[in-house]
């Protein structure tokens, strides 16, 4: 049986878009409020792109700080009833669950995270899975692409606003920071990089 052609691109990892909102920049302190991901797809002449997002709202776990400058750029309010936030440990197990199932169907053995100033995400991501201690992470622990730095090498722009603009992507500030909508766009400037460079003669 071939192997799907995403399966060979990323050594054997499959790249998966993360984004997280949360209540400060501290990962072992502050509360994880919403988490999105976006897997990716690759069609038969090598053309990256997204596929399917999931996102949940988290349910901050106890003792978790929340700073009220992180919820007043997020927007995120905790006290709305159509939140419908899951327990911290629940919203990763409904995450993980078809991010494992794409790494399967893929042929990978491993989900890379793509993210914007990725090791925030990852800190994140990694932080929840030791407190809820999920035994199963389908994330790479350390390794992961970030848009970024991707984004300053190929447009010069590393914000990710300024690098959507500056390939051409549609960004609206106004949608920012929920990690859904983050989520996408990352994932959108991911591809559309990544397919840049083959374009140009790179990785085929």
């Known amino acids: 049986m071939d192997h799907p052609p995403i399966s060979y691109r990323f050594r054997g990892f499959l790249p998966v878009v ?3 909102e ?4 501290n990962s072992g ?3 994880l409020l919403e988490v999105a991901a976006v897997t990716l797809t690759m069609d038969d ?3 990256l792109m997204p596929f399917e997002t999931i996102c949940h709202s988290v349910l901050p776990f106890e003792g978790a700080n929340i700073e009220q400058a992180a919820l007043d750029i997020t927007g995120i309010d905790l006290n709305n009833p159509y939140r419908m936030a899951l327990e911290e440990d629940e919203a990763l197990r409904q995450i993980f669950l078809p991010i494992r199932n794409a790494v399967k169907e893929s042929h990978c053995s491993r989900a890379v995270m ?3 100033n990725a090791h925030f995400d990852l800190g994140f991501i990694n932080a929840a899975v030791e407190r809820t201690g999920i ?7 350390f390794s992961c692409f970030d848009t970024a730095t991707l984004g300053g090498l190929a ?3 590393t914000v990710l606003a300024k690098a959507c ?5 549609e960004f609206s500030n106004s949608q920012a920071h929920s990690a859904a909508y983050d989520a996408e766009k990352t994932a959108e400037l991911f591809c559309g990089i990544v397919n840049r460079w083959k374009d140009l003669g790179g990785w085929r």
């Open 155 to 157: 447009y010069g722009q």
């Open 22 to 25: 949360t209540g400060g920049f």
């Open 114 to 116: 793509v993210a914007h």
């Open 29 to 31: 302190t502050d509360a």
């Open 165 to 169: 603009e500056a390939a051409e992507i």
């Open 45 to 47: 002449d090598g053309q």
């Open 135 to 141: 035994k199963r992470n389908p994330f790479h622990p």
């Open 18 to 20: 993360i984004d997280v």
